[in-house]
C-alpha cells in the first residue's frame, strides 16, 4: 500500500522534490513589489482574502507534513513525487479508456487533455522507478503501459508547430473568452515535456526525445506565432524582454504562478536528458532566462505571506487578487524543486516565508 500525501493539496498530489547542483543565476537588479506598482495589499478587502486562504488550509490540515522527494529532483526520477498517489484512487469526473487512459467530463463529454494524461504518464513514470521489488513484480507491466500509452498519445495530440492541443470547453475566469478547440498552454508544453523526456530515457525510443524538442518549439514561440511564450511588459513595460509561458493565452496576460514553474520543469528535464547538445543548450538557455523572470515576479505574488494564483489583480485591474489555499501548497513545493536545481536565494526566500506562514 502506498503512503498518501497529507497537504492541502490534497487531490491535486503535487508533492515535489529536488536537488540537481546548477549554477545559481544571479540576484535581479529590478527588485519589485505590489506597492511599488501601485497596489495596496493592506486594504481590508485584501487582508480578507488573505486570512480567508489561510483558513480554508486550516480546515484542512492543523500541520502540513511536507513530502519531497528523497535524494532530491531528477529529470529522470520521480517525477514531483506523483510515485504516492494512490494506485485505486477514484474520480467521480474521471472515467479510463481500454488503454488505461483518463478522460474528463466537461459538460456532458468525456475528453482526454494534454495535462491530464501528461500527469498520468508521468505517474507511471514515477512508480516505474520507484516500485519495491513486490510492487514491480504486481506493477511493472501497468505503470510501464500507462508512461509510453501516454506518451504516444502527447505525440499523436501535436500540431504543426508542436504544440499540444485541448479539444475540451474552457472559459478563462480572467478574460472570460471561451477557448475554441485547438487551444494550448504552457502547462502542458511543460509537463509533456517531463514525461516525453522520461520515456526515451526508459525506452531509448528518438521518437519521444524528438516530440519533446517539438514541444520545446511551441513552448519558446511567442503567443503572437502561435506558441505559449509572452512578456512582462503588461505588468512594467520596461520589462518587456523578460519571458514567461503563459499557461493560459489571454491578453492581456494573466501570468499564472504554478503552470509558469511547470513550463520551467518541462524545460530543465530535456536538458538534461536530450542526447543532442544543440538542444540542451537551448533548453537550458530558455530555462535560465525563465528563472531569471521567475526571480523578478515573485514579489508579486507575495501577498503577506500568502501566494496570489496569478497577476491578473495587475494586469485585469481586480481590487483583489486570486488566491487558493491549494495552489498555495503547490507553489511552495514547486518552489522547492526549483530553487534545488537553480540554487537561488530569491527563490528559497519566498518558499520559506511562504511555508513559514501555513507552518505556524
Known amino acids: 500500500m502506498r503512503k498518501a500525501l497529507s497537504i492541502a493539496a490534497g487531490s491535486l498530489l503535487l508533492a515535489l522534490s529536488t536537488a540537481c547542483g546548477a549554477q545559481a543565476l544571479p540576484a535581479s537588479s529590478q527588485p519589485t513589489s ?31 507534513e511536507w513530502s519531497f522527494v528523497p535524494g532530491g529532483y531528477t529529470a529522470r526520477g520521480n517525477y514531483l513525487n506523483y510515485a504516492i498517489k494512490f494506485r485505486d484512487r477514484k474520480y467521480d469526473h474521471i472515467r479510463y479508456d481500454e488503454n488505461g487512459l483518463p478522460e474528463r467530463i466537461y459538460g456532458d463529454a468525456y475528453y482526454k487533455t494534454p495535462v491530464l494524461i501528461a500527469q498520468h504518464g508521468l505517474t507511471g513514470h514515477a512508480r516505474l522507478v520507484t516500485n519495491t521489488p513486490a510492487e514491480q513484480a504486481q506493477y511493472a507491466k501497468t505503470d510501464y503501459r500507462d508512461m509510453v500509452n501516454s506518451a504516444d ?16 470547453p474552457f472559459r478563462y475566469y480572467l478574460s472570460k473568452t471561451a477557448y475554441e478547440p485547438g487551444w494550448i498552454s504552457g502547462m502542458a508544453q511543460g509537463q509533456g515535456m517531463s514525461l516525453l523526456a522520461r520515456t ?16 520545446m518549439d511551441c513552448m519558446v514561440l511567442s503567443v503572437d506565432q502561435g506558441g505559449t511564450r509572452e512578456d512582462l511588459g503588461a505588468v512594467k513595460p520596461e520589462w518587456s524582454n523578460k519571458v514567461i509561458f503563459e499557461e493560459y493565452l489571454a491578453d492581456p496576460p494573466g501570468y499564472t504562478l504554478n503552470g509558469f514553474m511547470f513550463s520551467l520543469l518541462g524545460l530543465y528535464d530535456l536538458s538534461q536528458v536530450a542526447p543532442d547538445a544543440a538542444v540542451r ?80
Open 34 to 64: 505590489p506597492a511599488a506598482l501601485g497596489f495596496d495589499i493592506s486594504t481590508a478587502e485584501v487582508r480578507a482574502e488573505v486570512q480567508k486562504t489561510r483558513d480554508e488550509h486550516f480546515k484542512v490540515n492543523t500541520k502540513v
Open 200 to 215: 526515451f530515457d526508459v525506452t531509448k525510443d528518438v521518437k519521444y526525445i524528438n516530440a519533446a524538442k517539438r514541444a
Open 281 to 360: 543548450n537551448q533548453a537550458a538557455l530558455w530555462f535560465r532566462r525563465g528563472t531569471d523572470t521567475l526571480e523578478t515576479i515573485l514579489p508579486l505574488f507575495d501577498m503577506d505571506g500568502i501566494s496570489a494564483y496569478d497577476l491578473g489583480y495587475l494586469t485585469y485591474d481586480r481590487p483583489v487578487p486570486h488566491m487558493s489555499a491549494s495552489y498555495h501548497i503547490v507553489h511552495i513545493y514547486l518552489l522547492h524543486a526549483m530553487n534545488d536545481v537553480t540554487n537561488n536565494a530569491v527563490l528559497e526566500k519566498y518558499e520559506r516565508i511562504w511555508r513559514e506562514d501555513i507552518n505556524q
Open 153 to 168: 498519445w502527447l505525440i499523436t495530440s501535436q500540431n504543426a508547430k508542436g504544440c499540444f492541443e485541448y479539444h475540451s
